[in-house]
């Protein structure tokens, strides 16, 4: 759009009410760190309540750390604004276009009246009016979803693609909506992948040709699986750093313990000719963090993570299972919600039992919706849902509900001897 700046907010947003002025959030932030803007939030018993986009969600009241209830004031629509709404839907686009003149005549800077200015003059065919009624609407008040979600239509009807995506991506980052999301897959596919390179390769330290060409041919073939499994991968070439320097240790553990990962993979190699089956699972696990990051945009709890990859490497849910069993039965369990946050850092104790808990509570997740509900929750952690909303939304279950059927299936296997 030349001339034209579209501001993008990209950290938390108010979510806004579609025709509705100004609303500001409740700020809930959780023990463990995260943070959810509410339209509104309420503690009622053990439990705190929130409600966004019309629906309510329940989180444990010892999980959240504090609650911040801000007023909301509301600006109520002209008579104008609702008359004009009725003549719209009935098909009389000429008489709303009135009526939302008049309102814009006694209030320029009303967002609701600049919103079905922009929709009524994309249904009578001015791009331009549409446009610009919504770009109007976006500067005044650059949190509101709606507006931008109208400005991408205005775009896509003028054939400013790169204009669209970018304002239909403002719009579901501020609030989730799947038909806005339809819109943006439309055209710009979530699965859509240039031709070029799935990886770069690099070297800290000295060049070592064959394993690095051994190390490409074991991630390449996991990126193929990954790909036809999960439906999704990522659009950029990975970045593949090969610590010749550093030495590898070929046994079990915590897979920071040898492999980082921010979306690009670095592992130490020193020591190896070829990839033993250790290096080939922890390429495997890393290129699953990798997957889920660029999809997520890293809006997904660390324990699904770590679950996912841990899944995807070849671990053994059945033997983590047996082993949290007799926790299970004590109430011993670290809760899936206080495992949100990156692993480094705590004790190698709690980090193993961090680690079995996340592949347990993913096969789980398995074992009641299948992969369909594995990759229906990755969905909509990519369309920005905090886990708190996206579990109900994908798999029908709270935290508190699927915990519990996870702690019951624990609890039911028998003892170790």
């Not at 100004?22 to 943070?35: E, F, K, S, Y």
């Not at 390449?220 to 950029?236: C, I, M, N, Q, V």
């Not at 841990?310 to 007799?326: F, S, V």
Request: glycine share 8%.
């Amino acid at each position: 759009m030349k001339g034209t700046r579209v501001p993008l907010r990209c950290g938390l947003a108010a979510l806004l009410a579609a025709s509705a002025g100004t609303a500001w959030p409740d700020t809930i932030v959780l023990t463990n760190g995260r943070v959810i803007e509410a339209d509104r939030a309420w503690y009622q018993g053990t439990q705190l309540y929130y409600e966004r986009g019309g629906a309510v969600f329940g989180l444990p009241r010892s999980l959240v750390k504090s609650l911040e209830q801000a007023a909301t004031p509301e600006q109520a629509p002209s008579p104008e604004i609702a008359q004009a709404r009725q003549r719209l839907d009935a098909g009389d686009t000429k008489q709303a276009m009135a009526l939302v003149r008049s309102a814009l005549q006694r209030d320029p800077r009303s967002v609701p009246a600049l919103q079905l200015s922009s929709a009524i003059s994309l249904a009578l065919g001015d791009t331009a009016a549409a446009k610009e009624a919504a770009l109007k609407a976006v500067r005044l008040d650059d949190r509101d979803p709606r507006s931008f979600s109208l400005l991408g239509d205005a775009l896509v009807a003028a054939l400013d693609t790169q204009g669209a995506l970018a304002a239909y991506r403002a719009s579901v980052k501020l609030r989730p909506d799947a038909q806005i999301q339809k819109k943006l897959e439309s055209i710009a596919p979530a699965n859509a992948r240039p031709a070029g390179p799935q990886f770069r390769l690099r070297y800290d330290g000295i060049v070592n040709e064959p394993l690095g060409i051994a190390v490409l041919r074991v991630l390449t073939d996991a990126f193929g699986e990954y790909e036809k499994r999960l439906g999704f991968a990522p659009s950029d070439a990975i970045t593949v750093t090969l610590q010749t320097e550093a030495d590898f240790l070929d046994t079990q553990g915590p897979d920071w313990a040898q492999g980082l990962n921010d979306g690009s993979i670095r592992l130490p190699v020193r020591g190896l000719t070829q990839p033993t089956p250790r290096l080939a699972a922890l390429l495997r696990h890393e290129l699953a963090h990798s997957f889920l990051a660029a999809q997520t945009g890293g809006n997904c709890p660390t324990w699904l993570q770590e679950g996912v990859a841990q899944w995807l490497e070849g671990g053994d849910p059945a033997r983590e299972d047996a082993a949290l069993a007799q926790r299970a039965r004590e109430g011993r369990l670290l809760a899936l919600l206080t495992l949100e946050a990156p692993f480094q850092g705590i004790a190698a104790a709690e980090a193993a039992l961090a680690y079995a808990e996340s592949l347990s509570g993913t096969a789980h997740l398995l074992r009641l919706r299948g992969e369909a509900g594995l990759l229906r929750l990755v969905a909509a952690l990519r369309d920005g849902l905090p886990s708190e909303e996206a579990l109900p939304v994908a798999v029908g279950l709270s935290y508190a509900e699927f915990e519990r059927s996870w702690e019951q299936h624990l609890k039911s296997l028998p003892s170790r001897k």
